[in-house]
C-alpha cells in the first residue's frame, strides 16, 4: 500500500521559517517525481514545488520562488520542503503528492492528506 505521510506544519509567524516532510512507503521512491500541493482556506489548490526522482531538476510556482525550496533525500524516502520568509497567504494545508509514472511529471496519483500551516502574529 502506498503510504505519504506529511509532517512538520504548525503555527508560525511571519518573516519565518518552517521544513515539511513527506515520508513515502509502499513503492521504490527513487523512482518518481514528487510534488507539493498547497489549499489555503477556502480556496482550490495551487501546485507549489514539483522534483524529479533523483533531485536534479526543481520546479516552483513563481510566487515561491527564491523562498521556497524542495528536496528529497532518496535513502530515506523523504521528500522535503523548507519555506522561508512565509506570509499569511502562505497559510494553507500542505500535501505531497506522487506523480503517476516513474520518471515523469504528469499527473498525481497518490496524495497524503497533508499538513496545516498557519502563518499568524
Known amino acids: 500500500e502506498v503510504q505519504l505521510v506529511e509532517s512538520g506544519g504548525g503555527l508560525v509567524q511571519p518573516g519565518g521559517s518552517l521544513r515539511l516532510s513527506c515520508t513515502v512507503s509502499?513503492?521504490?521512491?527513487?523512482?518518481?517525481?514528487m510534488s507539493w500541493v498547497r489549499q489555503a482556506p477556502g480556496k482550490g489548490l495551487e501546485w507549489v514545488s514539483a522534483i524529479i526522482y533523483n533531485g536534479d531538476r526543481r520546479y516552483y510556482a513563481e510566487s515561491m520562488k527564491g523562498r521556497f525550496t524542495i528536496s528529497r533525500d532518496n535513502a530515506k524516502n523523504t521528500l522535503y520542503l523548507q519555506m522561508n520568509s512565509l506570509t499569511s497567504e502562505d497559510t494553507a494545508v500542505y500535501y505531497c503528492a506522487k506523480f503517476r509514472l516513474p520518471g515523469s511529471l504528469y499527473g498525481l496519483d497518490y496524495w497524503g492528506k497533508g499538513t496545516l500551516v498557519t502563518v499568524s502574529a
Open positions: 509502499g513503492l521504490f521512491f527513487d523512482a518518481y517525481g
